[in-house]
């Protein structure tokens, strides 16, 4: 009988220890990756843009929020610190409440790389060219305010690590 209490009791201590979410700003981010093609093999050349819908799901707006945005690439040749920032942008933001979105696009950049081949050197001969250039890696997504992160997105769960160890990644990661 009194281990039974004893659960009981201790039950009601780790539900009552467990702070409730208290957030008063309820937001959803979604991100659709845009991509133009500008290409002839072997060469790629693609342009890459985010729209990112911003949806307040409370009923007090968001005022005074800052919606940064970052694009990520990928060095084709090998060495280390393969995974760089390409390009990154901030958007002042203010959303009302009760299920409002805001849709903002991002600014296009440009991704060119050469795919491995081989050229024509003699009448039997070929010679091999290895791939080359930056491609695109993956993007992160934070709505800011009051300089804490409210929100966040991301393409692949290693670009939080990578900003995390400023920027030093020597491995190369999974692609998204």
Same mark, same amino acid.
């Given at each position: 009988?009194?281990?039974?209490?004893?659960?009981?009791?201790?039950?009601?201590?780790? /539900?009552?220890?467990?702070?409730?979410?208290?957030?008063? *700003?309820?937001?959803?981010?979604?991100?659709? %990756?845009?991509?133009?093609?500008?290409?002839?093999?072997?060469?790629?050349?693609?342009?890459?843009?985010?729209?990112? =819908?911003?949806?307040?799901? &409370?009923?007090?707006?968001?005022?005074?929020? !800052?919606?940064?945005?970052?694009? /990520?690439?990928?060095?084709?040749?090998?060495?280390?610190? =393969?995974?760089?920032?390409?390009?990154?942008?901030?958007?002042?933001?203010?959303?009302?409440?009760?299920?409002?979105?805001? *849709?903002?696009?991002?600014?296009?950049? +440009? /991704?060119?790389?050469?795919?491995?081949?081989?050229?024509?050197?003699?009448?039997?001969?070929?010679?091999? %060219?290895?791939?080359?250039?930056?491609?695109?890696?993956?993007?992160?997504? +934070?709505?800011?305010? *009051?300089?804490?992160?409210?929100?966040?997105?991301? &393409?692949?769960?290693?670009?939080?690590?990578?900003?995390?160890?400023?920027?030093?990644? !020597?491995?190369?990661?999974?692609?998204?």
């Amino acid at each position: 009988m009194k281990t039974i209490l004893g659960l009981c009791v201790c039950g009601v201590l780790a /539900f009552t220890v467990c702070p409730a979410r208290a957030s008063s *700003d309820f937001l959803n981010l979604e991100v659709e %990756i845009k991509t133009e093609n500008h290409d002839a093999p072997p060469n790629e050349d693609r342009s890459k843009w985010l729209i990112v =819908r911003v949806t307040n799901e &409370s009923a007090a707006a968001l005022e005074g929020a !800052t919606l940064r945005w970052k694009l /990520f690439r990928e060095t084709l040749e090998a060495g280390p610190n =393969r995974i760089a920032l390409e390009k990154s942008g901030e958007e002042r933001l203010s959303v009302q409440g009760g299920g409002q979105f805001v *849709d903002i696009t991002t600014a296009k950049v +440009e /991704f060119k790389w050469t795919l491995p081949h081989s050229i024509r050197t003699g009448r039997r001969y070929f010679r091999r %060219i290895p791939e080359s250039g930056s491609r695109y890696y993956g993007y992160l997504v +934070e709505v800011v305010k *009051d300089g804490k992160v409210i929100a966040e997105a991301m &393409s692949n769960g290693s670009l939080r690590a990578w900003e995390k160890s400023g920027g030093s990644s !020597t491995s190369s990661t999974t692609r998204p």
